[in-house]
């Protein structure tokens, strides 16, 4: 599709006058004009202006084979030739979901062989949600329905995500949150470590923070916990070490199911197919989403561990729920070929021998010692820097994140895409980024 017909500012009043944007200031988005992408090859995405901008954020956290790979778009197109669409309901289904759910499978920890099908994250967290419920009911315990997950989480956007995720922006304008979803500290140890405490203390104290919720709930209320392995919109929030081995001993001391949202670490962002595994955890649901296609369509799987499938199974009848497009053989055709190319060129191998290591050592070396830099961190192929008034204190900038604003479109004025949560810049590249790559990203920081 070309678009050269249209200037940029055609383009931009059009845009103003139809089209609502996510997560966006509309008045200010007008007085600053939409930047308009119009195409984009490997590491790099350019707009009306011809500006070659790398992208650090790989889309939104999901281009994770870079952009302009035919053959994604050549299966597409044959999809879309001998079966644009069926449906999985009523007995039916086509080749492409039944295939990618065993490939899926596969890959999962091995407690994990079933897949349900949704089109968003979003849309899988609502699944997760009425799965892990409907299990404690079939289970003959349906008082067992809390579900604890932590503060500033990201679990989406529709009712369900913007209730279980822990972002009090959204929660505000939700008019009235599911019930029963209880929201703990993260483990955010650069703003809530205390003087003097360890990483190690810290992890266990914010792990604690889960089991006194399933105390005062009572454990026979608490079905699940849900959370990221690493919190990703919230800001790149890696917790210590002790963290995630305290919560799979809380979870299993008290019979409450744990829900992975692997909808940014999954498919080989962390440098394993799921952070699940780089963790050593054996989760009861893993939803994932973006990188499944590499955002080249729109898929979510919710992945399903055996104790809660096996039961749906022998004991559910039917269960109430599911979308038009579950399983859309388009979606699912086109997921199969980015996990062949994904495995074909070792990029999580890649992830976690190569470009995980060098980014972690680009980031300590070349940005960390920079006056406005408090910290760095990362994992795998995900960054984050937090920009600070003064190194020595990290005291903040005055303004509630208008220095990370300021940040971000000083990068992209420099042909680099970076994303601001408050004053936490955030960085989540391909996985096809190489060593030179990641150079070119710092240069372009630090400009
Ligand atoms: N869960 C996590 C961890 C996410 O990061 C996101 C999106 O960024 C979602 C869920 C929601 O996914 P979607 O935007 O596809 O609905």
Known sequence: MTYQNFSLKQLQDIDAAHHLHPFTDHKDLRDAGTRIVTHAKGAFVYDTEDNEILDGMAGLWCVNIGYGRDELAEVAYEQMKEL?????????????????????????????????????????????????????????KPEKNVIISRKQAYHGSTVAGTSLGGMEAMHGQLGGAVPNIEHVMPPYAFELKEEGESDHDFGVRAAKAVEDAILAAGPEKVAAFIGEPVMGA??????????????????????????????????????????????????????????????????????????????????????????????????????????????????????????????????????????????????????????????????????????????RDAAISENLMLRAVGDTMILSPPLIWTRETIDMCCERILK
């Open 84 to 140: 644009p669409y069926y449906n999985s309901f009523f007995r039916c289904s086509t080749p492409a979901p039944v295939l990618l759910a065993q490939k899926l499978a596969q890959l999962a920890p091995d407690n994990v062989n079933q897949v349900f099908y949704g089109s968003s994250g979003s849309e899988s967290n609502d699944t997760a949600l009425r799965l892990v419920r409907h299990y404690w009911a079939l289970e003959g």
């Open 234 to 407: 919230g800001g790149v929030k890696i917790p210590p070490e002790s963290y995630w081995p305290e919560i799979d001993r809380i979870c299993k001391k008290y019979d409450v199911l744990l829900m992975l949202d692997e909808v940014i670490t999954g498919y080989g962002r962390t440098g394993e197919w799921f952070a699940a595994q780089r963790l050593g955890l054996k989760p009861d649901t893993i939803t994932t989403a973006k990188a499944l296609t590499s955002g080249y369509q729109p898929l979510s799987a919710l992945l399903v561990g055996d104790r809660i499938a096996n039961t749906l199974v022998e004991k559910g009848g039917e269960f109430f729920h599911g979308y038009t497009y579950s399983g859309h053989p388009v979606a699912c055709a086109v997921a199969l070929k980015n996990i062949e190319i994904i495995e074909k060129e070792g990029l999580v191998e890649r992830v976690r021998e190569e470009t995980g290591p060098y980014f972690a050592n680009a980031l300590s070396e070349k940005i960390a010692p920079h006056a406005l830099v408090g910290e760095v961190r990362s994992f795998g192929l995900m960054g984050a820097i937090e920009i600070v008034k003064d190194k020595g204190t990290r005291e903040r900038f005055a303004g509630g994140g208008a220095a990370g604003v300021a940040v």
